[in-house]
Nanobody
Framework: QVQLVESGGGLVQAGGSLRLSCAAS????????MGWFRQAPGKEREFVAA????????YYADSVKGRFTISRDNAKNTVYLQMNSLKPEDTAVYYC????????????WGQGTQVTVSS
């Protein structure tokens, strides 16, 4: 049974930093890509960043390029999202997701972690 468990959310002032973690278990993810998505109140869920587990290629939404960094620790089966220079518009529930590299879908999702950025 695949499990993705996010942690690291919280309240931070604008300009501050947070690091989100996503602990993955239940299968081998070597042929998967891991992603972070977010959903703000009243808005649709949007893509934030993704990383291929094998090889480490990364992808970012334009809104977070240069501020957020996605990375993974193979030994710990954990994906991270380092968020710097946070803005109030980054406030959202952040979700970790996993999907096969060969498809465009993310099949597995975590429960989400709240990030609130105060102005």
């Amino acid at each position: 049974q695949v499990q993705l468990v996010e942690s690291g959310g919280g309240l931070v002032q604008a300009g501050g930093s947070l690091r989100l973690s996503c602990a993955a278990s239940g299968r081998t993810f070597s042929n998967y890509r891991m992603g972070w998505f977010r959903q703000a109140p009243g808005k649709e869920r949007e893509f934030v960043a993704a990383i291929r587990w094998s090889g480490g290629s990364t992808y970012y939404a334009d809104s977070v390029k240069g501020r957020f960094t996605i990375s993974r620790d193979n030994a710990k089966n954990t994906v991270y999202l380092q968020m710097n220079s946070l803005k109030p518009e980054d406030t959202a529930v952040y979700y970790c997701a996993a999907g096969p590299v060969v498809t465009v879908k993310f099949d597995y999702w975590g429960q989400g972690t709240q990030v609130t950025v105060s102005s």
